[in-house]
């Protein structure tokens, strides 16, 4: 699937080439040979779609490189007349979660290496400490539970050694690495992404609503009708409404009989205050402040994570050494002194 910044990237040519009213089929076309070899091709192949008379939304909802609701924000943006407003705005969403995404990143791997150093010297040293006082422990004949199971993984570490102390580091990057390439495969913004980490989660669903507002309020403003205007708005987030639904939605609204357990569908308290409100200035007034209240906290859930993040892993990797450190040498070491002294 393309990534973050190539759609990103595609997202900001498109809106250009179409600011500028040139045609999208030889702009792509040529777009195409700076792209990755896989990407190069679907959007030739897309461009080939254009020629042949087929819209921008219905090529791409072909292309299975593309996020399936990247289409739909395409024909949201085509139906508001506005393709270049659309793309812009969803592309201003995006890049707002990419780079926490990649703040996230960074921000895990200086740590990542720093414990992965500290893993092997603490292994090492913990090695020949625990031989030491198992050995010890033998000779006086005490017993002390954990050092048994220690035993076992130190015979083993005798067979593999080097590569018995790495298998952490290695999952733990392996890890990492899966994170890493799973955050820049793109869904757009979506209610249905789940991302490792709480606020980051909570961003991209405030993201996701602000960008339900944005559009909708794009198509009202365009003059396209309600019902379709959410219909749309819901496909362009990734969620699935019928447009009867709707329908008998705003049926029930209008003649007062409206049963708020009945619509149980993600973002239905604004649907039915969308649909509830008769007077079109306040309607977009309401979908943008809507939309601009949802984005700053995103932002705030995003800079939280940015703060606590770096002290969190911190935290994390103190704890790890000073375990390592009480269990392999501290903690025998104590309970042989204290043993001894009540023997002798």
Not at 101 to 115: D, E, Q, R
Not at 231 to 250: D, P, R, Y
Not at 301 to 323: D, K, Q, S
Not at 324 to 333: A, E, H, K, N
Request: net charge negative; charged share 15%.
């Amino acid at each position: 699937m393309i990534q973050h910044d190539q759609l990103i990237g595609l997202c900001d040519e498109i809106a250009a080439l179409v600011r500028l009213d040139l045609p999208l089929e030889e702009a792509l076309r040529h777009r195409s040979h700076d792209l990755p070899a896989r990407l190069g091709n679907r959007v030739r192949e897309l461009a080939d779609r254009l020629e042949s008379g087929q819209s921008l939304s219905e090529a791409l909802q072909k292309e299975p490189d593309f996020p399936p609701v990247y289409a739909a924000v395409v024909e949201a943006g085509l139906e508001s007349g506005n393709l270049a407003g659309t793309l812009e705005q969803i592309a201003k969403n995006m890049r707002i979660l990419r780079d926490s995404h990649n703040f996230l990143h960074g921000a895990m791997l200086y740590p990542m290496f720093v414990f992965t150093v500290l893993w092997f010297i603490f292994c090492i040293v913990s090695y020949q400490c625990l031989n030491v006082f198992i050995s010890f422990y033998d000779s006086f004949s005490i017993e002390l539970s954990y050092l048994n199971f220690l035993k076992l993984i130190l015979n083993t570490l005798d067979q593999y050694y080097i590569f018995g102390l790495a298998i952490v580091p290695v999952l733990l990057w392996g890890v990492y690495g899966i994170l890493c390439y799973r955050s820049k495969r793109s869904t757009l913004l979506t209610l249905s992404t789940s991302p490792l980490f709480f606020q980051l989660r909570n961003a991209n669903r405030h993201l996701t609503q602000a960008a339900f507002a944005q559009i909708a309020a794009l198509l009202i403003r365009s003059g396209v009708p309600l019902p379709r205007t959410l219909l749309l708005s819901f496909q362009t987030v990734g969620i699935s409404v019928s447009e009867s639904e709707l329908e008998q939605q705003l049926h029930a609204i209008k003649n007062k009989n409206l049963n708020t357990n009945e619509f149980q569908y993600p973002l239905s308290y604004l649907v039915n205050w969308t649909l509830g409100i008769p007077d079109q200035t306040i309607l977009l007034s309401g979908l943008e402040q809507y939309a601009e209240l949802h984005t700053f906290q995103a932002k705030n859930n995003l800079e939280r994570l940015e703060f606590w993040l770096p002290v969190l892993l911190l935290f994390l990797l103190g704890g790890a050494v000073l375990a390592v450190y009480f269990l392999s040498i501290v903690f025998p070491y104590g309970y042989l002194l204290y043993q001894l002294s009540t023997i002798y």
